[in-house]
């Protein structure tokens, strides 16, 4: 009861904060597992760790983070990969 008094209803709590001033953009509690998923803006890595440490689990959490790109710059970190191997089939078909 403590636990949830003291440190799972307080983080729920700074999250609707954060959320409100739109540094975490989505996410919340996971259904059916204790765990929260969230997507955080943040300038920095430092930001992001200060970001999570504060909430009252913060210390508790055993945190992963993920850097996102956007779909954009995945297609075009994609594109010459793509081309080269292209390239490489052309050249083995006419070599065929």
């Known amino acids: 009861m403590q636990y949830l008094e003291q440190l799972i209803l307080p983080s729920l709590e700074a999250c609707e904060t954060l959320l409100e001033a739109k540094q975490i953009r989505a996410g919340g509690p996971a259904v ?6 969230v997507m955080v803006s943040a300038d920095s890595a430092q930001a992001r760790d200060e970001l999570v440490s504060r909430l009252p689990l913060g210390p508790r959490m055993a945190t992963t983070m993920v850097p996102l790109t956007t ?3 995945r297609a075009t970190s994609l594109r ?3 081309e080269g191997r292209k390239a490489l089939v052309q050249k083995q078909s006419a070599s065929a």
């Open 32 to 37: 059916g597992a204790i765990r929260l998923i």
């Open 71 to 73: 779909c954009g710059g």
């Open 80 to 82: 010459p990969k793509m």
